[in-house]
């Protein structure tokens, strides 16, 4: 078995994991619910095989960030030809899109990762919840 450090459930949240029916021991045995998948099985197991017990935890990722951080990391985060920004407009300037979500855009004072306008127009983008963690970090480490 492997011993299971205190970064383990950050990997495992980190893969979507928190809240399963599993648990485990410091000595790295896993025990799960007799419902429990054997795809959860693998996905856990996976992360145990990659885990590090020597890892420092990652640091938290930013809940919220100013308006200025979060624009700024989308100015400086490539998203095909052009920035995230740019293509975040886009999306927000289609009449499709809600007009609610661009009065947002618009008159936010803050991003939050748990917004529903940014859940929305990020799914538009094709960005995973990783991408978008990792914006939350960039932005709170922009300072003007």
């Known amino acids: 078995m492997k011993t299971i450090g205190p970064n383990f459930s950050d990997e495992l949240a980190v893969a979507g994991l ?3 029916p599993f648990s485990w021991t410091a000595e790295g045995e896993l025990f799960f619910s007799e419902d429990a998948s054997q795809a959860l099985k693998d996905a856990v ?4 095989d990659a885990h590090d017990p020597e890892a420092a935890a990652p640091a938290p990722v930013p ?4 308006r200025f951080q979060g624009r700024e990391a989308m100015w400086h985060t490539p998203h095909g030809d052009t920035t995230l920004f740019e293509a975040a407009e886009e999306v927000l300037a289609d009449p499709d899109t809600p007009a609610m979500y661009r009065r947002a855009w618009d008159d936010l004072q803050e991003f939050r990762r748990d917004s529903e306008m940014l859940a929305a127009v990020a799914g538009m983008l094709g960005l995973t919840a990783a991408q ?10 922009i300072q003007a």
Not at 63 to 66: E, I, K, R, Y
Request: charged share 5%; hydrophobic share 60%.
């Open 45 to 48: 197991q996976a992360v145990l």
């Open 18 to 20: 928190s809240g399963q």
């Open 132 to 141: 978008i963690d990792a914006l939350f970090v960039l932005a709170a480490s």
């Open 63 to 66: 809940q919220v960030v100013s």
